[in-house]
């Protein structure tokens, strides 16, 4: 195969794919543990936490991304020392994390020991993740830009999804069977098949960099301080970053809590609700990819995030009416979550490089991940102070439980405010010509 590249190893269709899916793999479990610990929240307040501990544990996830830079330092890191380092310290970050949770969950110390072990594992793992996020991004760029972009994001979307709906669908059962120290293990086991992926993915990336023509191999390097302040100044990139906060805090938050609102509101049973949650992203795995094959050959990349957004209104309206308790009615909701889940980042992502140059790329995803996980931290917590403080209600046998119509209507708020921004993103497109109404791919 080497043998008939005449200019890079980017111009064979098998190696880009190959490569897409080898780096998919590290991503696939790292989203598998994130959203395992958003499903056993009802089996974890039965062992004696509180929704504001459980909250404060998942907002643990932000803490060092955002209050010690860490994400923002990894994509200087990335744009400085590439994307072989990068994922690997990432890969290596995320399992020091997740081990660190295992040991607070297995170790049987008091209830506020835990939680705060826990947290501090969970902060290490939000780091790495994120980090392998941006840098995973940036690997596609490198071997997709000018080609099918966005249908290679929406692909590697997909198995990360995959990840997600493994998570939520087997947390409460492990849980439940063998304790909640069983969902960390069974991530630290996946975590050590991602890395040993990713250095297999290093083999090809040096490959690539060897079939390059040095102009192009040198231009990565170019990365330099002072381009933090030209980020800054583009409102296009504001606009996306901003979008991406909005859209993903009535997302992923609200997966931190779905499995329990099955169970409080429409009544399904605690080994039973994470399936529900996790019909979201088998939606993402079939159509985040169609919409990114759109957006490559179509375009209309602004227009498909209007879309998403007014779809994340109508989902989070049906699930805050009391009236639609049946549970038939959460799976059509979540079915139609999926669909909003997929049209956003589908199209949001692959925006970026109309934005940035690819030297700056890392830190720029870096700096959109930072400002994501602003909302990552601080809404999980908001969600499980309201719930505490102001939704409470008397349950069977004397347990806790929860209304969840306000937070239901705190999350269609995320909503109506993404509407508003992904409509300035398409007017500011229209003025500046960032092109994200055009079609990815480049014709000859």
């Known amino acids: 195969m080497v043998e008939s590249i005449k200019k890079s190893l980017r111009d064979s269709a098998a190696a880009r794919w190959s490569a897409l899916a080898i780096v998919s793999v590290i991503m696939f479990c790292g989203y598998y543990f994130d959203k395992a610990t958003s499903a056993f929240k009802?089996?974890?307040?039965?062992?004696?936490?509180?929704?504001?501990?459980?909250?404060?544990?998942?907002?643990?996830?932000?803490?060092?991304?955002?209050?010690?830079?860490?994400?923002?330092?990894?994509?200087?890191?990335?744009?400085?020392?590439?994307?072989?380092?990068?994922?690997?310290?990432?890969?290596?970050?995320?399992?020091?994390?997740?081990?660190?949770?295992?040991?607070?969950?297995?170790?049987?110390?008091?209830?506020?020991?835990?939680?705060?072990?826990?947290?501090?594992?969970?902060?290490?793992?939000?780091?790495?993740?994120?980090?392998?996020?941006i840098t995973v991004s940036k690997v596609i760029v490198k071997w997709f830009k000018g080609k099918e972009l966005a249908t290679a994001m929406g692909l590697q979307l997909a198995g990360a999804r995959m990840g997600t709906a493994v998570g939520l669908a087997v947390?409460?059962?492990?849980?439940?069977?063998?304790?909640?120290?069983?969902?960390?293990?069974?991530?630290?086991?996946?975590l050590l098949m991602g890395t040993v992926a990713y250095l297999f993915y290093c083999r090809m990336d040096r490959r690539l960099d060897a079939s390059e023509p040095?102009?192009?191999?040198?231009?990565?390097?170019?990365?330099?301080?002072?381009?933090?302040?030209?980020?800054?100044?583009?409102?296009?990139?504001?606009?996306?970053?901003?979008?991406?906060?909005?859209?993903?805090?009535?997302?992923?938050?609200?997966?931190?809590?779905?499995?329990?609102?099955?169970?409080?509101?429409?009544?399904?049973?605690?080994?039973?609700?994470?399936?529900?949650?996790?019909?979201?992203?088998?939606?993402?795995?079939?159509?985040?990819?169609?919409?990114?094959?759109?957006?490559?050959?179509?375009?209309?990349?602004?227009?498909?995030?209007?879309?998403?957004?007014?779809?994340?209104?109508?989902?989070?309206?049906?699930?805050?009416v009391p009236a639609f308790s049946h549970w038939a009615v959460a799976v059509g909701a979540m079915l139609l979550l999926g669909v909003a889940f997929s049209l956003v980042p589908s199209a949001m992502w692959p925006s970026v490089p109309k934005l940035i140059p690819e030297k700056q790329l890392g830190t720029a995803y870096s700096m959109i991940f930072y400002i994501q996980n602003i909302g990552l931290m601080g809404v999980p917590y908001l969600i499980g102070w309201v719930l505490d403080r102001f939704c409470r209600v008397p349950g069977a046998g004397g347990k806790v439980a929860y209304n969840y119509t306000l937070p239901l209507l705190i999350f269609l708020s995320f909503g109506?405010?993404?509407?508003?921004?992904?409509?300035?993103?398409?007017?500011?497109?229209?003025?500046k010509g960032y092109g994200l109404e055009l079609p990815n791919i480049k014709r000859a």
């Open 171 to 190: 947390a409460m059962p492990l849980a439940l069977k063998w304790g909640v120290k069983a969902v960390p293990f069974l991530g630290l086991a996946l």
């Open 42 to 133: 009802t089996a974890i307040v039965d062992s004696g936490w509180s929704s504001v501990d459980f909250g404060f544990f998942k907002s643990a996830y932000g803490w060092l991304n955002v209050f010690a830079f860490m994400l923002i330092i990894g994509g200087i890191i990335l744009d400085k020392k590439g994307v072989r380092f990068t994922g690997i310290l990432s890969a290596l970050v995320m399992l020091l994390g997740v081990g660190i949770c295992w040991v607070g969950l297995a170790s049987g110390f008091p209830v506020r020991t835990q939680v705060w072990v826990a947290a501090v594992g969970f902060a290490f793992f939000g780091t790495g993740v994120e980090v392998a996020g």
């Open 416 to 431: 109506v405010i993404a509407i508003f921004v992904a409509y300035r993103l398409k007017a500011d497109d229209r003025k």
């Open 214 to 320: 040095p102009a192009a191999a040198a231009g990565e390097d170019a990365f330099k301080l002072s381009d933090i302040v030209l980020i800054l100044k583009n409102k296009g990139f504001w606009l996306i970053a901003l979008l991406c906060l909005i859209f993903y805090s009535g997302v992923f938050p609200f997966l931190d809590y779905a499995t329990d609102l099955m169970v409080q509101k429409y009544h399904v049973s605690a080994s039973l609700a994470g399936l529900i949650p996790a019909l979201l992203p088998f939606g993402n795995i079939l159509l985040t990819p169609l919409f990114g094959t759109i957006y490559d050959r179509k375009g209309k990349g602004a227009s498909i995030m209007i879309l998403g957004a007014f779809l994340l209104v109508i989902v989070h309206a049906i699930f805050a």
